[in-house]
């Protein structure tokens, strides 16, 4: 009875292997078919042409645009704001009146101080003569001159007063906001208006002193400001600072920009790369790949 169940049970695990064992031969044949039907499949090459290109060595810093010519326009003296004859932003010409102060009563001593001066004028031209005919003394010709000279300094300060109750511009350039109304009470030195003149502008640069022997004047330069990524901006080194700054051992330089359309404003940073030694030509590749 135990051969019996011994020799069924050996069958068993028999035909299981044989199961598994054709199963996989049949896998393999099926697969081996498989790979038969599909064939060399196509492959796809692309080609690119080689070329000599020019390469610089560059150094690059970071460095801050300034104006040319760029003031904050304040008040010298107190005063009440009379006119405004500008808009924000316009462009200002040399010499073109911003603003004025109330003056009705500096104007008014003013003119007492001419009258005073006149009269000075004529009592010493009168006691000049007077000397000349010795009908008085030369002390009293002399007082007369004293009192002319003090009534035309008078006159002098005033007027130079008055005068600074109107704001110029003092050059040609390129208005900011205005930071005033009429009406209002400024003190000295109240701020009015930003003036910067935008073309050319100035970008100041530091370098290591390592390489200044690398820069001169007249080299030129290619600057790019993440405003306008895309805008390439030509200039010049147009001056070199004569001292190294002890704390950090860099040296200051300087490039001037052509700005006829204003793209870039005194503040803001810009990326600046000169090219330095000869070109040295290589063989490279398309950028693209």
């Known amino acids: 009875m135990k051969k019996k169940r011994m020799i069924i049970m050996l069958l ?12 996989q031969v049949f896998k393999g044949m099926m697969i081996k078919k498989y790979m038969a039907s599909m064939g060399g499949q196509p492959q796809t090459v692309s080609t690119s042409v080689a070329s000599m290109e020019e390469w610089h060595t560059h150094l690059e810093a970071v460095g801050t645009l300034r104006a040319v010519r760029g003031v904050d326009l304040a008040t010298e003296v107190a005063g009440v704001v009379d ?21 009705e009563n ?43 000279a003090s009534a035309n300094a008078q006159v002098a300060e005033q007027k130079a007063l008055v005068a ?29 208006v930003t003036l910067q003149r935008l073309d050319p502008i100035y970008l100041d640069f530091y370098l290591p002193q390592h390489a200044l022997s690398q820069v001169k004047e007249g080299q030129s330069v290619v600057v790019k400001n993440t405003t306008y990524p895309d805008t390439p901006f030509t200039g010049k080194v147009t001056a ?47 950028h693209h790949l």
């Not at 068993?12 to 199963?23: C, P």
């Not at 000397?131 to 009192?147: F, G």
């Not at 600074?164 to 109240?190: C, E």
């Not at 000869?278 to 490279?284: H, K, P």
């Open 12 to 23: 068993i695990v028999g035909l299981i292997l044989g199961g598994i064992f054709g199963f």
């Open 83 to 103: 006119t405004i004859p500008f808009d924000s932003g316009e462009t200002a010409t040399s010499g073109q009146l911003l603003l004025t102060l109330r003056a």
């Open 106 to 148: 500096d104007i008014a001593r003013l003119h007492a101080l001419e009258a005073a001066a006149k009269l000075a004028k004529s009592t010493y031209e009168r006691d000049v003569k007077q000397l000349e005919a010795k009908a008085i003394s030369q002390a009293t010709v002399d007082m007369d001159a004293a009192n002319l």
């Open 164 to 192: 600074k109750k109107s704001i110029r511009a003092p050059f040609a350039g390129q208005l900011g906001i205005r930071k005033v109304d009429v009406g209002q009470y400024l003190n000295p030195g109240a701020a009015i």
């Open 240 to 286: 070199i600072n004569s001292k190294v700054d002890e704390a950090t051992r860099n040296v200051e330089v300087r490039v001037t920009l052509e700005n006829p359309e204003h793209l870039l404003l005194p503040g803001m940073y810009s990326t600046v790369s000169i090219n330095i030694g000869e070109a040295v030509r290589y063989l490279t590749l398309p």
